[in-house]
C-alpha cells in the first residue's frame, strides 16, 4: 500500500497588516511573501494596535486508487491569540498542539487557510494536513 500524503503548509504565505477596529480586513496596507511561517516575525514596525493577516492557497494532491479520503489539521504551535480561518470559516484562536478533521471544510481545489494574529511574541511550527482513510 502506498504512503499517504502529509501536506506541510508551513511555506509560500502572504502576510497583510491592518489597523484593529478597521472597517473591512481586506482594506490591507500591503500584501507581503512569507518564505515560511517558521522565520516570520511580526513586523515591528507596526506598534500595539496593529493586526496581521496571514494566509495561504493551496489544493489537494490527487490520489488514484482512493475512494475515501479525510484530512485532519495538525498544527504544532501559533503565537498566542492566532485565529484560524478556512476557506472564510473562522475557528476561533488555536491552542496548541491542535488537531482537527477539516473534511467538510477544504475541497479538492482552491482552499485557503489563515491566520489573524495580533502584534505578539511567538512562532508558527509544524502546520501541515495528514491525509486518513475513511473507516
Same mark, same amino acid.
Given at each position: 500500500?502506498?504512503?499517504?500524503?502529509?501536506?506541510?503548509?508551513?511555506?509560500?504565505?502572504?502576510? +497583510? @497588516?491592518?489597523?484593529? %477596529? $478597521?472597517?473591512?480586513?481586506?482594506?490591507?496596507?500591503?500584501?507581503?511573501? *512569507?518564505?515560511?511561517?517558521?522565520?516570520?516575525?511580526?513586523?515591528?514596525?507596526?506598534?500595539?494596535?496593529?493586526?496581521?493577516?496571514?494566509?495561504?492557497?493551496?489544493?489537494?494532491?490527487?490520489?488514484?486508487?482512493?475512494?475515501?479520503?479525510?484530512?485532519?489539521?495538525?498544527? +504544532? @504551535?501559533?503565537?498566542? %491569540? $492566532?485565529?484560524?480561518?478556512?476557506?472564510?470559516?473562522?475557528?476561533?484562536? *488555536?491552542?496548541?498542539?491542535?488537531?482537527?478533521?477539516?473534511?467538510?471544510?477544504?475541497?479538492?481545489?482552491?482552499?485557503?487557510?489563515?491566520?489573524?494574529?495580533?502584534?505578539?511574541?511567538?512562532?508558527?511550527?509544524?502546520?501541515?494536513?495528514?491525509?486518513?482513510?475513511?473507516?
Amino acid at each position: 500500500m502506498s504512503r499517504l500524503p502529509t501536506i506541510s503548509l508551513i511555506s509560500n504565505w502572504t502576510v +497583510d @497588516y491592518f489597523e484593529d %477596529g $478597521a472597517a473591512s480586513l481586506y482594506e490591507f496596507m500591503s500584501s507581503e511573501n *512569507v518564505r515560511s511561517l517558521a522565520n516570520w516575525t511580526f513586523d515591528r514596525r507596526r506598534t500595539e494596535g496593529w493586526l496581521a493577516w496571514l494566509q495561504k492557497k493551496f489544493d489537494l494532491p490527487v490520489m488514484n486508487n482512493v475512494e475515501c479520503m479525510n484530512y485532519v489539521l495538525e498544527i +504544532d @504551535y501559533v503565537p498566542y %491569540g $492566532a485565529v484560524l480561518v478556512i476557506n472564510g470559516r473562522e475557528f476561533g484562536a *488555536v491552542q496548541t498542539p491542535f488537531r482537527m478533521d477539516v473534511t467538510d471544510f477544504i475541497a479538492l481545489e482552491d482552499n485557503r487557510i489563515a491566520f489573524r494574529v495580533a502584534n505578539t511574541e511567538g512562532a508558527f511550527q509544524g502546520i501541515r494536513l495528514v491525509a486518513v482513510p475513511c473507516e
